[in-house]
């Protein structure tokens, strides 16, 4: 629901600039850091402490049941990478490629299913759910990119990725020691926002000359 709300916030932002402008670039980066980075955030923290989680959801989990409900909290990051670049491609009027995309990752997708359920049941759904939105949003990216005068720069798309594998190695270090849930959670967030800072993903000054643009002012 939030990727929704934001990818709604996007589009007309999106649609009134200029494809050469630099504004675009910027626009993509601060979408990022809104959607992109809490969502893996949350995904990673989740995943971790699955078993807690679901213990707190249900009065009965299974290990399988646990195994399904990590690759579910996975395919939350492609669902937010198609949720920017997607709304971007739309408002850009690439709608064609749009319907194309989809309508092959929709067979692919079914088909895996009849093919994997049978034998693998929900855990097989999960892993193509996976694997299919991997596939789109590589697409998304790679044509929205080309859209941007001023592309997205790799080094950024590195951070982000850097930014995965710390908070992995951070939420394993706190299941470890047995941390507790409510604990976990605070000690994760402050180390991703200091990650973020650390990584130079977003600065104090960045947000504060791009809020603006979310109809967000400072005084």
């Known amino acids: 629901m939030f990727a929704v709300m934001v990818s709604t916030l996007l589009l007309p932002m999106f649609a009134s600039i200029s494809r050469k402008s630099a504004a675009l670039t910027e626009l993509i980066k601060l979408a990022a850091v809104v959607l992109w980075i809490p969502c893996v955030a949350g995904v990673v923290f989740a995943v971790v402490y699955a078993p807690q989680v679901m213990e707190l959801l249900y009065t009965y989990q299974s290990p ?19 949720s920017i670049f997607g709304t971007l491609l739309t408002a850009k009027g690439y709608l064609r490629l749009l319907i194309q995309t989809a309508t092959i990752a929709a ?34 990216i790679f044509n929205g990119n080309r ?37 976990a959670l605070f000690v994760f967030g402050f180390g991703t926002f200091a990650s973020v800072l ?13 809020l603006p643009i979310l109809g967000i002012k400072f005084r």
């Open 64 to 82: 399988y049941s646990i195994e399904v409900f990590r690759w579910i909290l996975w395919s939350i990051l492609p669902m937010a990478t198609i």
């Open 107 to 140: 067979l692919g997708n079914g088909i895996a299913n009849w093919y994997f359920i049978p034998a693998n049941g929900a855990l097989a759904c999960a892993i193509i759910n996976v694997v299919t939105g991997c596939v789109v949003a590589t697409v998304y």
């Open 147 to 183: 859209l941007l005068t001023n592309a997205i720069p790799k080094m950024y798309w590195l951070r982000l990725l850097t930014l995965l594998f710390i908070l992995f190695g951070l939420a394993l270090v706190l299941w470890v020691f047995d941390i507790s849930l409510l604990q």
């Open 198 to 210: 650390m990584l130079k993903l977003v600065s104090i000054a960045q947000i504060q000359k791009n």
